[in-house]
């Protein structure tokens, strides 16, 4: 039976065919569900009950919350963009048949409160790395789990005991059986109720050990201060006085009040003895010297030092019968040939007095220049005495005149 309209409610013995796409409206002309003729789509904004299985080929697409209060069966893929809360049970259709997840598309994280399993195998990559030691694992569902571990690492596998390696054991520690162990050395160090301790052989020279503490051991002078090693006063005796406290002196100085009672007067030896002297050129640090080279330092033009004796260089006698080195001080000739008298290397005011012989005829004594130092006489190289007994005296005026004649 075919209606063509009706009007209130309607009921259906048998089929119903319909050509076009059904509307259901409220009594206010609102649609509330739609059949689409074409796409065989339905789309409601109230409930739908179903009493019996409900088949879906294709998409089913809510947009609300969906209650199932009975089991739902999914034979194809199906995509679930939301939130998906159950309040039953949610199980495969089939046993052992089916995958939560796949190896392209993965579960971010898996809270649970307990996992019961038949079986687990797989890697650790993501959890414990083969850095860690740990490389892959298995569980059998019953009572035993397996774990591979690389056997370069702390540990290893012995029959099905994990076991320390022997690689665990760094410097300064030893594995003897399965205890680990410190290495100590028994010079310094003891092992004592579970304690790494001092032995008597840890404190060296200057040092004491006490209890579990080593103190440094001083004498004399040095004291231990507020947990500082210094110098007391002590250490200045006679001509020393010091600066800063009795038991933390900062420096020592000369007593020069003292000194009278230090030093006993005795005879000096001037080619051996030294003296004290201030080093203006080393922040006036205090040094020590010979007196021989003080006096050296000293001897200027016209004087000469030897061993710590100054000596009248204008004074010396040089008598010389062949050709070589003038010398400060007198030079005679002893001789009545011609020859060539050097200058010595001069210094401002030294004075060369020279005197020739009873030279023969066409004899001369030259006195030439110092060839090291170049200093003329008088603007010559060379000078001449060419009469018997001739006599001249030169001086060195400075590095820029040379040698005079006066």
Do not use: C
């Amino acid at each position: 039976m075919a209606y063509k309209f009706q009007v209130g409610s309607a009921i259906l013995s048998g089929a119903l065919t319909q050509e076009g796409s059904i509307n259901v409206k409220d009594d206010a002309g609102t649609l509330q569900a739609n059949i689409d003729r074409d796409t065989g789509d339905i789309s409601t904004n109230g409930t739908g009950s179903f009493s019996g299985d409900m088949m879906i080929d294709g998409l089913m697409e809510v947009t609300g919350t969906t209650l199932l209060k009975q089991s739902l069966t999914v034979d194809a893929a199906s995509d679930f963009n939301g939130v998906i809360t159950v309040s039953g049970a949610a199980l495969p259709h089939a046993t052992l048949t089916y995958d939560l997840g796949s190896s392209s598309k993965k579960w971010s994280e898996l809270h649970v409160g307990e996992i019961k399993t038949t079986g687990i195998t797989g890697s650790l990559s993501n959890a414990l790395t083969e850095g860690n030691g740990i490389v892959s694992f298995s569980y059998d569902g019953g009572s035993t789990a397996t774990v591979a571990i690389s056997g370069s690492d702390a540990f290893d596998l012995t029959g099905t005991d994990l076991r320390l390696s022997s690689s665990i054991a760094g410097d300064a520690l030893a594995l003897s059986g399965q205890v680990l162990g410190v290495n100590v050395n028994s010079t310094s160090f003891q092992i004592a109720s579970d304690e790494i301790q001092f032995a008597a052989g840890a404190a060296g020279a200057g040092l004491a050990l006490n209890s579990d503490a080593l103190d440094v051991q001083v004498s004399g002078a040095v004291v231990i201060d507020t947990d500082k090693v210094g110098i007391s006063g002590s250490i200045a005796g006679a001509g020393l006085s010091y600066a800063g406290g009795v038991n933390s002196i900062s420096s020592l100085a000369v007593a020069s009040d003292e000194l009278a009672a230090v030093f006993t007067d005795t005879a000096v030896d001037v080619g051996a003895d030294s003296i004290l002297f201030i080093d203006n050129s080393d922040t006036d640090n205090m040094k020590k010297e010979s007196i021989a080279d003080l006096v050296s330092a000293m001897a200027g033009a016209g004087l000469a030092a030897s061993s710590g004796v100054l000596s009248v260089q204008s004074n010396n006698m040089n008598v010389f019968t062949s050709a070589g080195d003038l010398s400060e001080g007198y030079n005679v000739q002893n001789a009545t040939t011609s020859m060539t008298m050097i200058l010595p290397t001069g210094s401002q005011g030294d004075v060369v007095s020279v005197k020739a012989g009873n030279l023969a005829s066409g004899a001369a004594l030259t006195i030439s220049k110092n060839v090291a130092q170049s200093k003329q006489i008088d603007g010559l190289d060379s000078i001449l005495l060419e009469s018997a007994y001739g006599a001249v005296t030169l001086v060195y005026a400075n590095d820029t005149l040379g040698w005079r004649i006066v």
